[in-house]
């Protein structure tokens, strides 16, 4: 089993989650930053996690090119969409009208992972911009655990349907040898 978490991130709670996420998956794991890393090859995977927070309304260029450049190989994979952001309804509104319905109707999961403020991370600006509209003044960290889970246990599913199409195929092949 390989699964590949593929990210964005612009101060690292994305990073963080994939790692956790990471953690608690069987198999071997890729674990991407796709700043770091833009030519992936999709097809050389069995699970595909997507991964991405909102800064100022949208998610990381790198991420949107990444759906743009591999749509046609993702859509035949198992895949799943995960977000960080302030607000959780940002994960239908960036996968499905950003990135595009088909990637957000096809995807197997769409989850929201929570957040995390560190003011010392943040220029002048974006602190004022926080404190105004989040009403947050301290650093903060509130990942959803509830959301980790669930992807963790997306993989754990896409991991028995392959072992399960495996052993089908062989207790198939079995009985042609026999008859
Ligand atoms: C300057 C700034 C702008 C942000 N803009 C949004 C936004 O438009 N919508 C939202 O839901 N969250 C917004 N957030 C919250 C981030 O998505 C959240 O802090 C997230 O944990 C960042 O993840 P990252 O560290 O992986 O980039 C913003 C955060 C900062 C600091």
């Not at 994305?14 to 990471?22: G, P, S, Y």
């Amino acid at each position: 089993m390989k699964t590949l978490i593929a990210y964005g991130t612009k101060y690292g709670t994305t990073r963080k989650a994939a790692e956790e996420i990471a953690k608690s998956l069987p198999g071997e794991v890729a674990l991407v930053d796709l700043k770091e890393n833009k030519d992936l090859d999709v097809c050389a995977y069995d699970a595909i996690l997507i991964g991405a927070s909102v800064y100022g309304g949208n998610i990381q260029r790198e991420v949107r090119s990444f759906f743009d450049q591999n749509h046609h190989d993702l859509v035949a994979k198992p895949y799943g969409l995960f977000i960080a952001a302030g607000n959780d309804l940002e994960v239908e509104r960036n996968y499905r009208v950003y990135v595009g319905k088909t990637i957000y109707d096809q995807a197997e999961i769409r989850e929201y992972i929570g957040y995390s403020y560190d003011f010392s991370k943040m220029n002048f600006f974006e602190k004022t911009i926080i404190k105004k509209v989040s009403k947050v003044t301290e650093n903060v960290e509130n990942l959803d655990k509830e959301g980790l889970k669930n992807v963790v246990q997306w993989v754990k599913e896409v991991e028995r349907r392959l072992y399960k199409r495996e052993t089908d195929k062989t207790a198939e092949q079995g009985t042609g040898t026999e008859e």
